[in-house]
């Protein structure tokens, strides 16, 4: 972080201090110290004010942000326990630090106001841009830190109002199609254990869910969806109830692996086998996913190269703030295995790739 030394054995001045002496938030002095005109005259005047005063050398960030030297890229997730993020980490860290760029990790764990903390701490420390699964909860956040006229791109998840890069899957072409394979095999209640209401993903495969039930003439009941947050706990909670319907599901599909480790919880304490009771299917394709017994029916996406798109077109906008904004969409794929309960009731016998919809 920017800091300028005050006599003594007092600690550094920081971004906060000055913002607080000026009764500002720390994104205006932010602005301000890079020399921005999107802050009124009087404002501007305020903050130059309380750095004087608190003797505050606004050297790294104002120097990067005009210069656009700085070799740093700020990387923000919601959950780093979640087994879908290391190969997306891995994806970016790749293409920056080929790049020559280090990568400041920041875990928000679904909080946005822990998300904030970390968007004005990168912002502090001059970073050259950032690669951000966001949240829906956050979009002043967002607008904020891109005021400053620094770099977003965002991965996985997606904020359709706002003007950034980003980089997702087909997932509601994915679920339709892991549906309508549970549909072709001879499932009729098929519950589906997805995200919160207003997460991009949960939503987009949702969609793709109720499509596939339309498509084939069957009922939507509302009792066989769950919304849940992303983490095996909600996966584990969601199944119980499901299970404990009086007309339970034949088959549950989790929206993410994580879900769905809930999800098999569930059904093995209840001493129910799979798929001869009940059928799991998933979406993300982890590398244990094909290691289960019985192995797990999913819809693979391409998290390596999720990472590595996004890194790729963050670059890309460094090098060049004016181009176009691109929404990348990778392909999905169905992936069937036998906890589909697939074996002797038709299976398919080939993979179906999700179409691409850039």
Known sequence: MSRAHRTGNSPPTTIRDVARSARVSTATVSRVLAGLSVVSKPLSKRVHAAARTLNYQPNRIARSLRARTTRIAGVLIPNIQNPFFPGVIRGIQDVLQAADYTVLLGN????????????????????GGLVLVPDAASK??????????????????????????SVTVTNAEGAALVVRHLLAVGHRRIAIVTGPKDAFTATERLAGYRAALTEARQPRDPSLIAHVPF???????????????????????????????????????????????????SFDDLPWAAALQPPLTTISQPTYELGATAARLLLERIRDPARPVQRVRLQTRL????????????????????????
């Open 108 to 127: 928000s764990d679904y909080d946005p106001a822990r998300e904030r903390k970390y968007l004005d701490l990168l912002r502090a420390e001059g970073v």
């Open 140 to 165: 002043k956040a967002y607008r904020e830190f891109l005021a400053l006229g620094l770099p977003m791109v965002t991965v996985d998840q997606c904020v359709p109002d706002l003007a950034v890069d």
């Open 231 to 281: 983490r095996p706990e909600g996966g584990y909670e969601a199944a119980g109830r499901l299970l404990s319907l009086p007309a339970p599901p034949s088959a549950i599909f989790a929206t993410g692996d994580g879900l769905a480790l809930g999800v098999l919880r569930a059904v093995h304490e209840r001493g129910l086998h799979i798929p001869r009771d009940v059928a799991v299917v």
């Open 335 to 358: 992936e069937v295995r036998l906890s589909c309960g697939a074996q002797g009731r038709g299976a398919m016998k080939t993979n179906t790739a999700a179409r691409v919809d850039d």
